[in-house]
């Protein structure tokens, strides 16, 4: 249950383009409410005795998948949250990101990209349910070779499988065999989705580990009971780590699934994960509204180094786009289609830019400075507030405490 809405505090020194930096990154706790927490059930008993029981903190991670985009990454960091990317989505500065965090001891979760795949292919919509595994390893290999080997074991990669079809996954486990031992030696957590198919799931298990010659690798449960019922996960035996795929929240749906495998492999480790993200869409978009209405007056403060861009907008070649510098031209009065096109080429060919036809009109460049950096680029002002916003408003939903508002930092 959602109660009473957060405020997330966010100091970012950024760059001339708004990007916030990676070591200027902080979220301040305050003794604020953000939310009704519910009573969480424990599960310790039945009408048998169980060998092992399960509550929230049995589980060593519970990771917030769906953030890939780079401000929803970057708050969920703030929070400290355990965080959940595809890899077929992750661009270089989430990349960087993610590297960072692991190397801060933070836990990363990346999924193979399969179950889009297979979804796109039943559409009709690909030609086959198979993921580009290379590319996938590419991610995959990045990321360990940018993470210090002490904080590898919080890297966690879903390996290649194909959903509902556990023959052909067990044919891409023995296709990538090499590759997967490899990051078992180096200490990551590699997840095998494990598929309902016509032996028990125990069986499939028992397979995945023959082919790999190893059990120190994590089973990877579906939480639908469509794709795998509770008694079928029940025959899964000799095991130590297992991940719930596509459930976290916690509750009896979550730790009956669990239970299932805990019972008869007791003291294993358990982790989870769900896109939390697009399950708290609503909590997320409203505290964003409201974050970018109480600070809209500060768009440019922090959006941009005034001094870095004034020299880069008269001087600078090539980097506007033809809109921005008829922007520029439009606001020294130049409206002939002819003298825009000219603005436009001396941009982009001229030694130093801009600066001739400026300096025509405005000698020390004051006019540009006063008025001219914000009426042009505050349309890009505010969209570099509203990203900024976004992580502030995904730390606030899921810090476990609200932070300062009046502490907002949004400029170094």
């Not at 809405?5 to 979220?27: H, L, Y």
């Not at 590759?179 to 309902?196: D, E, F, H, R, W």
């Not at 069986?203 to 509770?230: F, H």
């Not at 130093?352 to 009426?375: A, H, M, R, S």
Request: hydrophobic fraction near 45%.
């Amino acid at each position: 249950m959602k109660g009473m809405q957060s405020v997330a505090t966010i100091n970012v020194q950024t760059d001339m383009f708004g990007a916030p930096s990676e070591d200027s990154k902080r979220v301040r706790v305050k003794a604020v409410p953000l939310r009704l927490q519910k009573t969480i059930p424990v599960i310790t008993g039945g009408l048998f005795a169980l060998n092992d029981s399960i509550s929230p903190e049995r589980f060593s991670a519970t990771f917030h998948s769906g953030g890939s985009a780079y401000f929803d990454a970057l708050g969920l960091t703030m929070a400290g949250k355990d965080v959940g990317v595809v890899a077929d989505l992750v661009r270089p500065r989430v990349m960087d990101l993610l590297k960072s965090y692991l190397s801060r001891g933070g836990k990363v979760f990346v999924d193979s990209g399969a179950y889009g795949r297979f979804a796109k292919w039943k559409e009709g919509k690909a030609e086959t349910p198979l993921a580009d595994f290379q590319k996938v390893f590419a991610v995959y290999d990045e990321l360990v070779e940018g993470t210090p080997t002490a904080c590898l074991h919080n890297l966690h990669l879903v390996m290649p499988d194909v959903l509902a079809h556990p023959e052909w996954s067990l044919a891409l486990l023995q296709e990538h065999r090499s590759k997967i031992l490899g990051y078992v030696g180096a200490n990551v957590s590699i997840i095998i989705p494990l598929q309902k198919g016509l032996t028990p799931a125990g069986v499939t298990a028992d397979k995945v580990a023959g082919i790999l010659g190893t059990r120190e690798i994590t089973l990877g449960i579906p939480s639908a009971a469509a794709a795998m019922s509770l008694s079928d996960v029940a025959t899964i035996r000799g095991f130590r780590r297992f991940h719930i795929l596509g459930r976290a929240s916690m509750g009896l749906p979550l730790f009956k699934i669990a239970y299932a495998f805990l019972e008869n492999c007791p003291g294993a480790q358990v982790s989870c994960d769900a896109n939390q993200l697009r399950s708290n869409t609503p909590s997320i978009s409203h505290e964003h509204a409201r974050l970018i209405e109480a600070h809209s007056d500060q768009a440019w403060d922090g959006s941009f180094d005034q001094t870095e861009m004034i020299s880069e907008v008269v001087c600078g070649q090539g980097w506007m786009s033809e809109r921005y510098v008829k922007a520029i031209a439009g606001f020294y009065g130049v409206t002939d289609a002819k003298r825009l096109k000219e603005w436009v080429r001396q941009h982009r060919t001229g030694d130093e830019g801009l600066k001739e036809l400026i300096e025509e009109v405005d000698p020390e460049w004051g006019l540009l400075w006063t008025c001219g950096l914000n009426q042009v680029f505050g349309e890009a002002a505010l969209k570099a507030l509203s990203a900024r916003m976004r992580a502030v408003a995904v730390a606030t939903v899921f810090e476990d405490s609200a932070v300062e508002a009046d502490e907002l930092a949004l400029a170094a």
